[in-house]
């Protein structure tokens, strides 16, 4: 079994929003996102970075910006 550790250092999120929910949401998509079936050998393949870039990302609350961070980053964003 391989093992994944996502750190994150810095999340910078604009405007209002309630940065406890939008944190627990981007830890739920980043988990949900991984463990779909070839996603650890995906990341895997990409090998280290010191940083990967969502990309702009907009949402109407804080659980669904959360979200789509959380698959930006899963997904492996850009370097």
């Given at each position: 079994m391989s093992r994944v550790v996502?750190?994150?250092d810095r999340l910078?999120?604009?405007g209002p929003a309630?940065?406890?929910a939008v944190e627990a949401a981007v830890?739920?998509?980043v988990t949900?996102?991984?463990?779909?079936?070839g996603a650890?050998?995906?990341v895997l393949a990409m090998g280290s970075r010191g940083a990967v870039d969502a990309g702009p990302v907009r949402a109407g609350?804080?659980?669904?910006l959360g979200?789509?961070?959380?698959?930006?980053?899963?997904?492996g964003g850009r370097p």
């Open positions: 996502v750190h994150i910078v999120v604009s309630d940065v406890r830890r739920a998509a949900r996102t991984l463990a779909r079936p650890v050998e995906h609350d804080a659980a669904a979200a789509a961070i959380g698959r930006g980053i899963g997904g």
